[in-house]
Structure formats: C-alpha cells, structure tokens
C-alpha cells in the first residue's frame, strides 16, 4: 500500500530536548516535505527536499533541521524545542503532477 | 509569491444540500491548484486538481470544482452532502517552481 508513514503521532517533551520525527514513504518520490498546521493559519512549509541530498527552507524554518540521506526518509529534527513549536506536523511526499500524499500527522507539545 | 484565501472559516450544511467552498488566489500566472480533505484526526487527501484544460474538474467522493482565471477562484462544488463530508477542506496552490501554498482550511459541518 502506497503510504508516508511518521513517527511518533504523538510527543510531549520539554523545552530544550532535541527530539526527531522520522518520515518515510514508499512511492519512490523524489519531492518531500514538511509542514506545521496551526489553528487559523492552515498548513505552513517547513523544509522541503526535492532529492536525496537536496534540501531548503521553506515559510517558517526557524528552529527546524531537516536531512535526506535516503530517498525514502525524510526527518525533521528540532535541536532545543521551544513552547511555540507546539504544533501539527506533516510530513508529505508529491508525484511529479505535484499530487502530495500526506502522513497522518504528529502532534507535538513542548512544556 | 503566490497566496491562498478561503473566505469561509466554519460552513454548516443541512445533509442532501448543495456545498460551494470558495477558494481565492493570487498567482502572476496559471497556478496548479488543490483541494484536499482533512477528516478529524487524520493526514490531507487529495481531492482534486487543476493543471490546465477543461476548467471544471472532478474529484473523488462526488466533489467537483471549477478554475474560473477572471475572478482568480476555484470554488470546491457538491450537488448533495453526505453526514461523512463533514472534515475541514484546504484549497492549495503551487507552481513550477514546486512552491505550494495552502489556504486556512474551512470546516464543513453537516447537519442531519
């Protein structure tokens, strides 16, 4: 079955904790992404990766690391999180007609 | 860069009504636009898309939407809602330069 998978759905962490979200999907797409989903704000680009080793920020980077070694995975690091990274994060993968699939998301809290 | 406006924040529809989702964008040229489906605690899935062509597009689950380039939109259409379309809807753009934008999402609720 064709599918981006994350993990974990859910985290709780503290400030300051480096903590990863992994991604990986298994439809050989070149293009992957990351974004946040805020309540009145929609989804917001974090990083994307249009290959293996090719990588750039997109609307709100700051705080965020990303790395693509491998085509399939995709995470998101965040080195010293802070309360307003709380959030919905996605990860996300697109064919080449710019068809995204989407994870199902993880729900971060940092206290 | 482009933009996204979804007018409508919360939409409640009587179920068997008609449904039109507005979607405004901003775009110097012919943008790829998106509408996906977000239910309650799930990822995004595609709806629809329009590249380019027949400007009324079909979907998945009965939803169509129409390019309209004079007044920048892509309204999101259904003939007759169902309990299950209740879920928040994004319009999305994106363009060559793989650039996608997303609008804040409208959440549709159904009224039995």
């Known amino acids: 079955e064709a599918q981006v998978t994350q993990n974990p759905r859910y985290l709780i962490t503290v400030t300051g904790k480096k903590l990863t979200v992994t991604c990986s999907q298994n439809?050989?797409?070149?293009?992957m992404s990351w974004y946040r989903q805020d309540p009145g704000l929609g989804l917001r680009q974090i990083y994307y990766?249009?290959?293996?080793?090719?990588?750039d920020k997109g609307d709100v980077p700051e705080g965020y690391k990303v790395s693509r070694k491998e085509k399939r995975n995709f995470p998101l690091i965040l080195e010293s999180p802070s309360p307003n990274q709380t959030s919905l994060y996605f990860c996300?993968?697109?064919?080449?007609?710019?068809?995204?699939?989407f994870g199902p998301g993880t729900r971060l809290t940092v206290t | 860069a482009q933009s996204v406006t979804q007018p409508d924040i919360h939409i409640t529809v009587s179920e068997g009504a008609s449904l039109e989702l507005r979607c405004n964008y901003s775009?110097?040229?012919?943008?790829?636009l998106f509408w996906y489906v977000q239910s309650p605690g799930q990822g995004l899935q595609l709806l629809l898309k329009?590249?380019?062509?027949?400007?009324l597009v079909q979907g998945i689950k009965g939803f169509e939407a129409e390019f309209k380039r004079s007044q920048s939109s892509f309204n999101l259409r259904k003939p007759s809602v169902h309990w299950s379309d209740a879920a928040e809807y994004f319009c999305?753009?994106?363009?060559?330069?793989?650039?996608?934008?997303f609008g804040a999402g409208t959440r549709l609720t159904v009224k039995p």
């Open positions: 996300a993968s697109m064919t080449n007609l710019y068809e995204q699939y």
């Open positions: 439809m050989n797409h070149e293009y």
């Open positions: 990766s249009m290959n293996v080793e090719v990588t």
């Open positions: 775009y110097g040229a012919t943008p790829y």
């Open positions: 329009y590249f380019s062509g027949d400007t």
């Open positions: 999305a753009v994106g363009a060559d330069n793989n650039d996608m934008r």
